[in-house]
Every structure is written in C-alpha cells, then in structure tokens.
C-alpha cells in the first residue's frame, strides 16, 4: 500500500473561494497538491505528471468539464487508477440530466461531491486512495 506522501491530488476549480477551502482541508496532509484553474491546463498536468485524485469543478473557462474529462480520461487510456471525483454545487440529479443528454451515465466520474467539500468529504478521499 502506498503511503499518502506520495499521493499526488489535481484540483480543477477556477473559483478562488473553492480552492481556498481545498487548499486549507488538504494542508498538512502530506500530499503533493496542483491546482489548475481551468480544463485546458488540467488536460497540460495530465500529460505531464500522474495523479491518484483529480476533483474537477463542472463549470470552467475555455473548456468544459465533460470535455476536459473525457480528454484526461483517453490520455489516461480510460484504464488508470486516477480517480476523477466530480464536484459542484448542482445537485446529482442535475448532473446526471446533463450526462444524459451528452448520452452519458454516472459511470463517467469515479464519484460525486457536493460543494462546499468538507474535511469528511478529503479524509475519505485520502482514506480510499491508501487503499
């Protein structure tokens, strides 16, 4: 099992409210944090770097969130073990609804959250990603 210094987590929000309550529940996690403010750069860390964890906001600049994770996801190969947690302040049904209509289900992301996140929510992130 590895240990959580060496999970690295990418977190795509481009509004600074969110990212400042991730980046405050993430601290002293020992965990090596990215942020990218929008779907374009994320698609740019990706090929870059690995992550175990991407949350990805839904509503982002110059790329949308369906976009930019079905592109991380094919340069993933679809098969990696990184875990695309889709968080937002819509609710899961809205979600959903808009996967549907882009003939999608919720299997397009690993899981769901509903902002704002909580140290709950990060801790059994971190928790599932010992695993």
């Known amino acids: 099992m ?4 060496d999970k690295k987590v990418l977190i795509v ?4 409210n969110s ?8 601290k002293n996690r020992w965990i090596n944090l990215k942020i990218s403010k929008n779907g ?3 698609i740019n860390f990706i090929k870059e770097n690995l992550f175990d964890i991407i949350l990805m906001d839904i509503k982002m600049p110059w790329i949308c969130w369906i976009e930019a994770t079905k592109k991380i996801r094919q340069h993933l190969n679809w098969n990696d073990k990184t875990k695309i947690i889709t968080y937002t302040a819509y609710t899961k049904p809205i979600i959903l609804e808009i996967l549907s209509k882009q003939g999608l289900d919720e299997n397009f992301f ?4 509903t902002k704002p996140i909580t140290q709950w929510d990060i801790d059994k992130i971190i928790s599932e990603a010992q695993n």
Not at 2 to 5: H, K, Q, R, Y
Not at 19 to 26: E, S
């Open 2 to 5: 590895a240990s959580i210094e």
């Open 13 to 16: 929000d481009d509004d600074e």
């Open 19 to 26: 990212l400042l309550i991730a980046k405050i529940l993430f």
């Open 40 to 42: 374009t750069d994320a």
């Open 110 to 113: 690993d899981e769901y959250l």
